[in-house]
């Protein structure tokens, strides 16, 4: 059974951090792009970060540059947002998503509330 379950969403203060963590399985983690997207309310869910397969390139939302950080795992099949800096623009659900190489398979997962506040 394929699973993305992702982790490390909370409440955080304007300028402050907080790293998130997507745990796969059930799928051959290291043949998938993962990506990172987020979905603020009355918005439509734009991509935040990637990351190939290998790690070795990585690309961001302009809005996230220089703040976000992307990273993967391939040993234990996890991925991780490491987010700095946050704003109040940052506040959504955060997915995060893997695309299979070649192929129009892909796996989403459930999603973690973010949410800056003062």
């Known amino acids: 059974q394929v699973q993305l379950v992702e982790s490390g969403g909370g409440l955080v203060q304007p300028g402050g951090s907080l790293r998130l963590s997507c745990a796969a399985s059930?799928?051959?983690?290291?043949?998938?792009?993962m990506k990172w997207y987020r979905q603020a309310p009355g918005k439509e869910r734009e991509l935040v970060a990637g990351?190939?397969?290998?790690?070795?390139?990585?690309n961001y939302a302009e809005s996230v540059k220089g703040r976000f950080t992307i990273s993967r795992d391939n040993r234990r099949k996890t991925v991780a947002l490491q987010m700095n800096s946050l704003t109040l623009e940052d506040t959504a659900v955060y997915y995060c998503?893997?695309?299979?190489?070649?192929?129009?398979?892909?796996?989403w997962g459930q999603g973690t509330q973010v949410t800056v506040s003062s």
């Open positions: 059930g799928f051959t983690f290291h043949y998938y792009v």
């Open positions: 998503k893997a695309e299979g190489l070649g192929s129009d398979t892909e796996f």
């Open positions: 990351v190939t397969t290998d790690g070795g390139r990585k």
